[in-house]
């Protein structure tokens, strides 16, 4: 009997060696789908993306007074909070806080800051449009970098486009800080900066967003 | 007598090609991949158009919590090659009259994300192996202007390597005093250039729109 099952097994082997050896390869697969589905999953695919700022250097000479800018060149954006700006042009003193000048409300949307910066900011985001525009069509053949460097060159010789002076009341957050500077960018403007605000302009946010005065300390 | 009449052909598939195809994007996913580090406290960092890429070395990194806390990292995690990771740790060691030893350096060294643990704390947290207890420990770099480690950190980052810059990576909801108090400290550092991390926002602006 013995006998007679291993010759049958040899038969068979020999039998199984005439067929083309196949390999069942869907175990393989299914490690294969996960192992896929693991990297895709854990992979970073797009690498965050960095925004550059330069703040303006802190004073620490009295002596030394800070550099002097066009008022009616000047506009300040302060980020007010629930994500609203509020906007003023030119300058306020401390001494006029009797008669604090209103702020103009705006938000985010395409229709709010970024309408009021390109209407100001308009023939300069002109120029840097054109200049794109000839690159993109062949007119002007320059290299990636120094396109970059146009376009800043540009930016510098503007003198007519609005300076920027941004400012953030206390109870922004950082997304409306990195949206601002994104708006400027998206804009074109030239000169934008981030600077401290004044207890005045608290004062005047609170008016406006009518927040009571009593309830916050204003550092003075 | 089967009942059932099993079919002629027997259905096997060819699994070489889809097999073959798998092992390539397999391979193509497994070279270029970059893990996504678990960061010690989560941040959804707000959107801008910029596309220039975050750097991969000189970098510090300040990460800015929703609670408040701050967080630093340095070279992007352990991928450093000048290891200037531990000899930042070694000199904060020596202003605070802690020793070192090199496994610690080296744990710190290795470590692949940002790193929130007051100075005191940190042969506790490099000693520690268990995730769960290291999470414990990382309660934000102090800030005050008692005890400002962070702007130790700032300082000694600079004198180790000279050519670091300063990255912030906030999440939107980030309430704006942390991030005045941070900008104020980098500031007095002379730090005044800094890169923002975002992810990007594709926007086109119509310049027809804007004419009208």
Known sequence: ?220 | MPKIKLPTKSPHIDMTPMVDLFSVVLTFLMLTTTMRQQEPAPVDTPASISEKPTPDFNMMTLLLSKDDKVFINFDNGPDTLLKFRPKILAEMGKRYNIEFTPSELREFEKYPSSIGVPILKMKEFLGTRDNKARTAFQTGVPIDSTDNQLALWVLFARQVNPNIQACIKGDSKTGFPIVKKVLDIMQDKNVNRFNLITSLEAVRINVEEIQK
């Open chain 1, 1 to 220: 009997m013995a006998e007679i099952i291993q010759e049958e097994k040899e038969g068979g082997k020999k039998k199984a060696k005439k067929h083309a050896p196949h390999i069942d390869m869907t175990p393989m697969v299914d490690l294969m789908c996960l192992l896929i589905t693991f990297f895709m999953l854990t992979t970073a695919f797009s690498k965050a993306k960095i925004m550059e700022i330069v703040l303006p250097e802190k004073i620490k000479d009295k002596n030394v007074d800070p550099p002097k800018i066009a008022k009616y060149r000047t506009m300040n954006i302060i980020l007010g909070p629930d994500n609203k700006i509020y906007w003023y042009p030119g300058m306020v003193s401390p001494e006029d806080y009797k008669n604090l000048p209103p702020l103009t409300e705006t938000d985010f949307g395409p229709t709010g800051i970024r309408k009021l910066m390109l209407d100001r900011n308009r023939a300069l985001f002109k120029k840097i449009d054109d200049f794109n525009n000839q690159v993109i069509s062949g007119k002007i053949r320059i290299s990636q970098d120094s396109v970059q460097g146009a376009i800043r060159q540009l930016k510098k010789d503007d003198d007519t486009g609005p300076i920027v002076l941004i400012k953030a009341y206390k109870k922004a957050n950082y997304g409306n800080f990195v949206d601002i500077l994104d708006e400027m960018n998206i804009c074109g403007i030239a000169r934008y900066t981030f600077v401290d605000i004044a207890w005045y302009e608290e004062k005047m946010v609170e008016t406006a967003a009518g927040i009571p005065s009593a309830a916050t300390t204003s550092t003075k």
